[in-house]
């Protein structure tokens, strides 16, 4: 294997100047203080995402706009799937599968509505992804598909048959397609984690600790989910969480589902590692669990900011500068995207700058 | 200080002027701060300035620029109303937003019509599709007719479906109309109650359907142009609606920019009960066009005092804007110099000097004569060509003539054009020397080469050195002139080092100058260097408690000036021979290049095709990658072993309030 300079200069160098050019804040600010959704998008003009804005301007489709952004994040990750090393490779299309996966999902739960809900999909299924990632996956098929058994085999060329098989019975008796995205979600993490596993020690022990982040934003999404829109039981919720999270083990989120206060746990969580989100726990919803694990939440994607710092500090030539890259960059889309779409739907400043 | 009365006249004055780079009055007397308020402007500046940027929005999606700031005209500023020109702009938003919604409604179409091409694609003729009846077909082909009258509300019901509607053949009863319909698999539901609506009856038609894919995709292809078409129109229409209101929309640019700067300026108001107080700093030169203008707008009621900057900058070195007055065949080296920093006010402005030293060192790491007159050939037509108003990229491009020119001079000196010597070289054969076939001449072997860039590195330091010295006797600061780094005695050890250095190469490395002589040399100005701690000490306000430790402290501040002194003035001066190496990479490149250019030639020994081809793109890929490197590592050479020893870049530009500048 070649050595990290030789593996990580290059791109080390370019992928730096791309993170000095992300949006500041401050533009993510004047977006939202625009007036209007034209005068929001005309502003991407002078960036990056001058062909979101060109997109925009052709169509009048804020959906359209939309998934160009998808495309764009989609081929940063693409792109840089050709300009790493060999060794590298396999993790970078590990995560870009990432994409693909949420595209199949995206795919299912228009089957699932179509199917199952007896619902008009036409105007959503126009905005898929329909580029080839990495596998030949018929979307038409999936969406169209009387039974799951049936969706399956459209995906007889891909590692995603068998899953979709196994999960089949499972959905049709929960009535909800989450068994079926839970097994998508473990089988990503379980990719990323195989791949992370063949990374050379430092590297990996970077990636763990990234990726073990992602996996606790997700349990608590999921938490988040359940207890709102499902009203689980502790232990059937917690054995629906990833495992593989670097800071919420499965004690801890039984602890934080279970009690009614979470200080102990919290700053336990929090405490020695990032002192400087402290003041985030003096401000933690108390009362209604919801609230809790909502501030958790933000507490989470702190720690991923710290992590991502440390990584832009510290030692140039490792995995880590890649992974900051597409979290910085997913972040800025994901901004731009809840923006347009407040703007969309008008809603006021003060709601959007809580979201971004 | 001028009569309460007067503002807005004085505030248009010196707006028209556009000389006054402004700072608040607490600045200049702290005392005053307790006696004065500060002027509230009627609209905040920030609210003007959103609504400029909105304007500037729509603007910029006509591709349209917002006036110059030439063409302002103080007399046209008037009353801004903020909540009307925003109502106004509001209105015009929303107008757009109709026009986006109906593109949107078109794009849906189009994604519809393609989701049925997309389907078509899948299958050889539509009688498969009929045949079939596959469960991979999601489109659903029938035949079929109903009565003509129903034709248009018919097509009118199925809108909301994607469906491909043609007229096939001739039907058997006169009213009726022969249809091939194509709709998607899934609404079938919804699909069977139009059917059953309009009386639709089933016709079996299979032969005849052989052959009509084309004709559907064709119709498609159609539908999808016509769609395509009728988006493009609105997306015009929102260049038409903008542009309608051009002028209106460029007018009211104008006024908020003046109201934006108007309320700036008097954003560094400070006020009592009838007067206002103002200050700011000009060029000395226009202070005399300044008076009269203020006396003018005044009838003479006014004050006006006046400060030399050199009083102000004694006690606040930082706060005199500097306003650097270069000739225009500079600007690419007062570029350079003002992206390291601003000189302080009362230094040097060391752009005529970064043009000689940067060119210098340029050219004797890229001399070759055809190199340069490409760059030079680039940078001129690029300087022409250009038509864009970016001031950087006009000066990058005119910094390239020149480094070009400085590569022909030392190329001609140095006997290489394009890596051959078409001509006798005017100083040495430097292509000659690294090849090892020099000859005789001034310089015959690499050292010769990397003892000039030495001598080169040691006149650029010693020139910073006098520079300093030249602004610590202009500011006064005489213990920075002695004790300094690059003062006196750093010079002194810095020269002491050179002779000995020189001395012990003279004598082949074997012999250092006499111990007595180095002590003179070197030893005394070590000694000095002690006396640095102890008045630094003395001389600080306020001073921190002598202790037992405070000799201590003298000592090591001592012992890692004198590290600081010796080890920097010596990688200061080992730099330059990156000179050299850059010099020597770029011959050892070329003679690289015609090597493989012989390897590609001919039996005969002639160059082929082949050959010309390697040179040719060899002497691109030096033009290039030289070229760049010579050009960052001159910057760099300048900005770290030039600008270190005399630049204190701690000044602030001078940046009037003036309606010529398109931002504040």
């Known amino acids: 294997m070649a050595g990290p300079l030789r593996t990580y200069a290059f791109i080390n160098a370019k992928l730096r100047t791309r993170i000095s050019k992300i949006l500041p804040q401050q533009f993510i600010r004047q977006l939202i203080r625009a007036r209007s959704l034209a005068e929001s998008v005309q502003m991407l003009g002078e960036t990056d995402f001058v062909s979101v804005q060109k997109v925009y301007e052709r169509t009048g489709d804020i959906k359209t706009a939309e998934l160009e952004l998808l495309r764009k994040e989609l081929s940063v990750y693409l792109e840089l799937e050709n300009l790493v090393e060999e060794d590298l490779r396999e993790f970078v299309q590990a995560l870009s599968e990432r994409f693909e996966i949420e595209n199949l999902k995206n795919a299912f739960r228009l089957w699932f509505d179509r199917r199952v809900r007896g619902r008009n999909i036409e105007d959503a299924r126009r905005y898929l992804m329909r580029r080839r990632i990495h596998y030949q996956i018929d979307l038409e098929a999936i969406i169209d598909a009387d039974t799951l058994e049936q969706a399956a085999d459209g995906l007889a060329a891909t590692p995603y048959t068998a899953l979709v098989r196994q999960q089949a019975a499972a959905v049709m008796e929960a009535a909800s397609l989450f068994p079926l995205e839970l097994a998508l979600d473990r089988y990503l993490y379980g990719r990323l984690a195989q791949a992370a596993d063949r990374l050379e020690p430092r590297d990996r022990e970077i990636a763990r600790r990234l990726i073990g982040v992602e996996i606790d934003l997700q349990n608590v999404s999921w938490l988040i989910r359940?207890?709102?829109?499902?009203?689980?039981?502790?232990?059937?919720?917690?054995?629906?969480?990833?495992?593989?999270?670097?800071?919420?083990?499965?004690?801890?989120?039984?602890?934080?589902?279970?009690?009614?206060?979470?200080?102990?746990?919290?700053?336990?969580?929090?405490?020695?590692?990032?002192?400087?989100?402290?003041?985030?726990?003096?401000?933690?919803?108390?009362?209604?669990?919801?609230?809790?694990?909502?501030?958790?939440?933000?507490?989470?994607?702190?720690?991923?900011?710290?992590?991502?710092?440390?990584?832009?500090?510290?030692?140039?030539?490792?995995?880590?500068?890649?992974?900051?890259?597409?979290i910085l960059k997913g972040s800025e889309i994901r901004k731009i995207m809840t923006v347009l779409n407040a703007k969309f739907y008008e809603w006021p400043e003060e709601r959007i700058l809580t979201l971004v | 200080m001028v009569l309460d009365h007067d503002v807005d006249a004085v505030t248009k004055e010196l707006l028209r002027l556009g000389l006054l780079h402004f700072v608040n009055i607490t600045e200049v007397d702290r005392e005053v701060s307790s006696q004065v308020e500060s002027i509230t402007p009627k609209i905040a500046e920030a609210g003007i300035t959103e609504i400029r940027r909105r304007i500037e929005g729509f603007l910029a999606m006509i591709q349209e620029k917002p006036p110059s700031g030439e063409d302002l005209k103080v007399e046209d500023l008037k009353a801004v109303d903020l909540e009307e020109t925003n109502k106004v702009l509001d209105n015009l938003a929303a107008s757009v937003q109709t026009i986006r919604d109906h593109q949107s409604a078109r794009q849906q179409e189009i994604l519809r019509l393609e989701d049925i091409w997309r389907q078509l694609q899948m299958f050889g003729n539509l009688s498969e599709l009929v045949e079939a009846r596959s469960q991979y077909s999601y489109l659903s082909v029938q035949t079929g007719s109903i009565r003509k009258g129903l034709l248009g509300s018919f097509e009118q019901a199925l809108e909301d479906l994607p469906n491909v509607t043609m007229q096939m053949g001739v039907p058997e009863e006169e009213n009726q109309t022969l249809l091939l319909l194509i709709?998607?698999?899934?609404?079938?539901?919804?699909?069977?109650?139009?059917?059953?609506?309009?009386?639709?009856?089933?016709?079996?038609?299979?032969?005849?359907?052989?052959?009509?894919?084309?004709?559907?995709?064709?119709?498609?292809?159609?539908?999808?142009?016509?769609?395509?078409?009728?988006?493009?129109?609105?997306?015009?229409?929102?260049?038409?609606?903008?542009?309608?209101?051009?002028?209106?929309?460029?007018?009211?640019?104008?006024?908020?920019?003046?109201?934006?700067?108007?309320?700036?300026?008097?954003?560094?108001?400070?006020?009592?009960?009838r007067t206002v107080i103002f200050s700011g700093w000009l060029p000395s030169d226009r202070r005399s066009e300044l008076t009269t203008a203020i006396r003018r707008v005044t009838e003479g009621h006014c004050y006006l005092e006046w400060h030399r900057g050199r009083e102000i900058s004694k006690e606040h070195p930082a706060s005199v804007p500097v306003q650097m007055h270069n000739p225009k065949f500079l600007s690419p080296f007062q570029m350079l110099v003002t992206n390291y920093s601003v000189p302080e006010y009362g230094s040097i402005d060391p752009t005529p000097l970064v043009a000689v030293a940067y060119l210098i060192m340029f050219a004797l790491m890229f001399g070759d004569a055809g190199h340069g007159a490409v760059l030079l050939l680039l940078g001129t037509l690029g300087s022409l060509l250009y038509r864009g108003g970016r001031a950087g990229v006009r000066n990058l491009l005119q910094l390239i003539a020149y480094c070009g020119a400085a590569a022909v001079i030392a190329g001609i000196l140095f006997g290489s054009y394009f890596g051959m010597q078409w001509f006798a070289p005017v100083w040495f054969d430097y292509h000659g020397v690294v090849a090892g076939h020099a000859g005789g001449g001034l310089v015959t072997d690499i050292y010769g080469i990397l003892v000039i860039t030495i001598y080169f590195g040691i006149a650029v330091i010693a020139l910073g050195l006098v520079l300093n010295w030249i602004n610590c006797i202009a500011k006064g600061r005489w213990f920075r002139l002695v004790f300094d780094k690059g003062g006196l005695i750093g010079g002194w050890i810095y020269a002491a080092g050179v002779y000995a250095a020189m001395y012990f190469v003279r004598n082949d490395y074997k012999q250092l100058p006499d111990l007595d002589l180095l002590i003179l040399l070197l030893g005394i100005p070590v000694l000095l260097l002690t006396l640095k701690p102890v008045l630094e000490y003395l001389l600080h306000k306020p001073r921190k408690p002598f202790s037992l430790l405070t000799p201590v402290d003298f000592f090591m501040e001592w012992i890692v000036e004198i590290l600081e002194i010796f080890s920097g003035y010596l990688a200061n001066t080992l730099s330059f021979m990156r000179v050299a190496g850059l010099g020597i990479a770029h011959v050892s490149l070329m003679i690289a290049f015609f090597s493989i250019a012989e390897m590609v030639s001919g039996s005969s020994g002639g160059y082929t095709v082949g050959s010309y081809l390697v040179l040719v793109a060899g002497n691109i890929l030096v033009i290039l990658l030289e070229g760049l490197s010579a050009g960052i590592q001159s910057l760099r050479l300048n900005y770290y072993e030039f600008f270190s020893k005399y630049f204190s870049g701690s000044g602030r530009a001078y940046a009037p309030v003036t309606l010529r500048k398109n931002t504040v």
């Not at chain 1, 909502?294 to 890649?322: A, D, N, S, W």
């Open chain 1, 226 to 326: 359940f207890k709102n829109f499902y009203s689980l039981e502790a232990e059937r919720a917690l054995g629906y969480t990833l495992p593989g999270g670097l800071n919420l083990s499965g004690e801890l989120m039984r602890q934080i589902y279970g009690a009614e206060r979470t200080e102990r746990q919290i700053s336990a969580l929090v405490g020695k590692r990032y002192p400087e989100i402290a003041p985030l726990l003096a401000s933690e919803g108390r009362g209604k669990l919801s609230a809790r694990l909502t501030m958790i939440e933000r507490i989470l994607e702190q720690i991923m900011t710290i992590e991502v710092r440390k990584i832009m500090t510290g030692y140039p030539f490792t995995i880590g500068i890649i992974l900051a890259y597409f």
């Open chain 2, 183 to 273: 709709t998607m698999k899934r609404d079938e539901g919804v699909l069977d109650r139009i059917l059953d609506k309009f009386g639709w009856t089933d016709v079996h038609l299979p032969r005849e359907l052989s052959g009509k894919k084309d004709q559907v995709q064709q119709e498609l292809e159609q539908k999808l142009k016509a769609a395509k078409e009728e988006q493009e129109q609105l997306q015009s229409q929102v260049n038409t609606l903008i542009r309608d209101r051009f002028e209106t929309l460029q007018q009211m640019w104008s006024n908020l920019r003046l109201n934006e700067l108007y309320t700036r300026v008097q954003s560094f108001f400070s006020k009592t009960a």
